[in-house]
Nanobody
Framework: QVQLVESGGGLVQAGGSLRLSCVAS????????MGWYRQAPGKQRELVAS???????NFAESVKGRFTISRDSAKNTVYLQMNSLKPEDTAVYYC???????????????WGQGSQVTVSS
């Protein structure tokens, strides 16, 4: 089993910053793509940012230039640095991690528990 624990959400004024962290633990051999999704009330979950094992990144158009994603492979952790936050960034943010189990040929995809980010105007 693989568990993800998120931290760092909260309430911030427009223009402020927050950093989300997501730590993976459990029977992990290797972590591959790691990413962050978000879901606002009444909307579908959408990809915010992702990062490959090699460090290649991908961002939603709405967050380009404001958000950065990074990972610390030694700590099995992915981060989302969110700057210049806007009220429309308000959502529950979920980390998503893909990888391989240790001792088997099986792969997994795991989700974090969700972190509320609220940006006030």
């Amino acid at each position: 089993q693989v568990q993800l624990v998120e931290s760092g959400g909260g309430l911030v004024q427009a223009g402020g910053s927050l950093r989300l962290s997501c730590v993976a633990s459990g029977n992990i051999f290797r972590l591959n793509d790691m990413g962050w999704y978000r879901q606002a009330p009444g909307k579908q979950r959408e990809l915010v940012a992702s990062i490959t094992r090699g460090g290649s990144t991908n961002f939603a158009e709405s967050v380009k230039g404001r958000f950065t994603i990074s990972r610390d492979s030694a700590k099995n952790t992915v981060y989302l640095q969110m700057n210049s936050l806007k009220p429309e960034d308000t959502a529950v943010y979920y980390c998503d991690v893909k990888g391989a189990y240790a001792g088997t040929y099986y792969t997994f995809e795991a989700w974090g528990q969700g972190s509320q980010v609220t940006v006030s105007s």
